[in-house]
């Protein structure tokens, strides 16, 4: 990762500048999946804008920035989760809900770093995510960084 990288935590004082940021990442997402129609830039954002204010407002959810000269080229959204009522382990784990990294820094470690830090950051050992099962070169890297396919989800449409 370029030396010029800062990781911050941040909350909800932080949503209007990661617009670009999550439009590359809704972008990408209708790249992978090309047989699906997605929302406009300003009706993506304004949805997800919301429900990003709803998540980071909950106790304990938080924003890791990554910033480059000041401009922010990645970030994560961490929602802390107490456990399952299934499983005895973990009591406590952290869930992140998008990651996002700027088209001009992906593969420059923006995406580890953040990573690395919801470990520290949120105190736990146990970190969860989703991937679009068409995003293969997204299932690559978190398998490289370690984590293990889990949970499928499956998806049917009425016919």
Not at 67 to 80: E, F, K, Q, S, T
Request: charged share 25%; net charge negative; glycine share 6%.
């Amino acid at each position: 990762m370029s030396a010029s990288v800062e990781i911050e935590r941040r909350g909800a004082d932080v949503l209007d500048e990661l617009e670009p940021l999550w439009l590359t990442l809704k972008n990408h997402h209708g790249a992978c999946t090309p047989d699906q129609a997605i929302h406009d830039d300003a009706t993506s954002w304004a949805q997800r804008r919301e429900e990003y204010a709803h998540w980071v407002a909950e106790e304990g959810s938080f924003f890791l920035v990554a910033r480059a000269a000041g401009r922010p080229v990645g970030y994560a959204l961490v929602i802390l989760h107490a456990g399952s009522p299934t499983w005895i382990e973990p009591r406590r784990f952290a869930v992140v809900q998008d990651l996002a990294v700027a088209s001009d820094q992906q593969g420059n470690g923006v995406g580890r770093a953040l990573l690395d830090h919801v470990h520290d950051e949120s105190g736990c050992d146990v970190v969860e995510l989703a991937v679009l099962s068409a995003n293969e070169s997204a299932l690559r890297f978190y398998e490289r960084l370690g984590f293990e396919r889990r949970v499928e989800t499956l998806r049917r449409t009425r016919q």
